[in-house]
């Protein structure tokens, strides 16, 4: 690693340094510390995107490093888990240059000031390909009550939190779909792909209430079959009851097909789990409390199948619209 | 993600999975866990290599993954820390082919099973560019008793383990360098270059011994300027006194002048540490048990300046030779 030490060293220095809390012994030092708590378990997850991948080159790089924070705060959420600190490495290209990095740096510090975290360490190293970024984060639960994907029981409630294909359509819309949807809406489903909202203060909460949890990452159904493999129970969902936001209300008020396709949209990052029906009051109080909207969209039964239904009770074919059994 | 996922899902299932320990929670869910211990901290760390940059795209790849693997250990033996598990990030290029992957694992596998450690989790993406692997190491270490770079004190002998710049010949060798020095030579330089031995026995031992500890990457001389700028203390080394492996030897007699430029080689993943004269017995004693050879290669003085010595007392100039003070 020698011929780029001085160059890596500086960005270290320049741009992450400064991002370090105290356990990272201002990333000075061969590793970092976190202390431990008598009762609580840490938990840890770790994300890698890819530039032309998982983000776009021209893509401002304060919302990159937001949505790969974030897409790891929604991980350890989806675990029943508070964040603590993360750690960050990134292989960049040398044209990237030290604005992209600074700018970079900038994102991670807006969304530590606003989660409560810190950058523990990292490293910082050259490629000679498209920019390779890994995020390591690590929370905290109390022993025990971790949310796993493996207690869905029979008869629980499926919820899910927000309001799903959101990050979808933003996406298509950065492609050039739906140019004649109103400015508001187009900007909503645009921030909604880059800067995911992650339920970092609910999904704690739902220790206890919840039974099984996930986020919705690789699509509502491919999440919610994650959870059934799991907890070998199989799951119905009705499509007319998943929430949409107004912009995508919009958009399937002249599309309606889309509404299936939006079933198994993914990278939304909201928390979809299952809970016994009798802890409906509880979760309908959380929702009041956070204002965060949760909505019932099915159930959990015997067997091992996922079933999308319509309106009329009639089975959606999800096969042919997104959704692959692994 | 979602054009990648089935091969994605695959290879974690079928090359990771069987890595994962308990608290990789079988690599299915969104998040691992580790237990936190009262009085003990959590030591963290994490590094990132390049194919091309650090390895070569024709290296075996059961050595890459040992190497990413070891290089991390390294850092947690220079923290005072043990090892217990690591959590592994990859973006691999499509051509890699299931072949390469496994033999990876195989690599990561044989050693987990010989430092005791598991995968907790990670994650594995696809790249138009050269591979970028990511692995964050956690460690453990009782509360307090970390060492750190930043405590050798004015009067402190400078030790290091094992013999040192032997990895910089073995790469010289792989780039066709000494074609005339005897095969068990050869071999032996290659493979400190493939596979450090990180001190994970002697490291946890010297907590409460040294001042201060890193490892040998960066380079013997830059690592040792490290602890000096962060202890705010100057080190004399006596060229001399730097120990060589008898393969080096064969190399330095032929070659006097290598000696100095030994002396600022790195990716030894040796440990690199200060400790009072009085803890001297102790530390030789250590060296016994472990069976680890452990040499005094100079002194912690007051000031800032870091000089390398010849035989005769005289000052190696070692801005000429590949130091660069940061």
Redesign the interface.
């Known amino acids: ?2 011929d ?3 160059g890596e ?1 500086e960005r270290i220095r320049r741009f992450f340094a400064p991002l370090a809390g105290p356990g990272g ?1 201002g990333l ?11 009762g ?11 530039a ?3 983000y776009l080159l021209e893509d401002p790089p304060e919302l990159v490093a937001r949505k790969l924070l974030r897409v790891n705060l929604s ?2 959420a ?2 029943g ?1 508070r964040p603590l600190h993360y ?5 960049l290209p040398v044209e990237l240059g030290p604005e992209w990095v600074a700018r970079f740096a900038q994102g991670l510090g807006e969304d530590q000031r606003r989660f409560g975290i810190d950058l ?11 920019a ?1 970024l ?1 995020l ?4 905290y639960v109390a ?1 025990g009550k ?1 949310l ?3 207690g869905a029981i029979t008869g629980d409630l499926v919820w899910v939190s927000g309001t799903v294909g959101d990050a979808y359509l933003g996406l298509k819309i950065l492609r050039g779909a739906y140019p004649e949807i109103a400015a508001q809406h187009r900007e909503y489903l645009i921030g909604r792909f880059r800067v995911p909202e992650p339920r970092t203060q609910l999904g704690p909460m739902l220790s206890g209430v919840a039974h099984a949890m ?2 919705v ?3 509502l159904l ?1 999440d919610l079959a ?1 959870i059934c493999e ?1 907890s070998r129970v199989a799951a119905v969902v009705e499509a007319d009851r998943v929430p949409l936001s107004a912009a995508a209300q919009a958009i399937a008020a002249r599309e309606p097909d889309i509404r299936a396709r939006l079933a198994t949209a ?1 990278d939304d990052y909201e928390l979809l789990f299952s809970a016994p029906p009798d802890a409906t009051t509880a979760i309908k109080a959380l929702s009041s409390q956070l204002g965060v909207q949760l909505t019932t969209i099915g159930r959990i039964e015997d067997g091992s199948d996922l079933s999308l239904l319509d309106a009329d009770g009639g089975i959606i074919p999800v096969e042919n619209i ?1 959704y ?1 059994h ?1």
């Open positions: 690693m020698a780029e030490e001085l060293f012994l000075l030092d061969d590793a970092a510390l976190v202390e431990c708590t008598a609580q378990s840490l938990v840890v997850t770790a994300d890698a995107i890819v032309g991948v998982h991980d350890l989806a675990m888990a750690i960050l490495t990134t292989a523990l360490g990292g490293d910082s190293v050259g490629t000679t390909g498209p390779v890994s390591t984060a690590i929370g022993e971790e796993r994907r493996g996930i986020d990452s690789d699509g491919a994650h799991t993914g997104g692959r692994f």
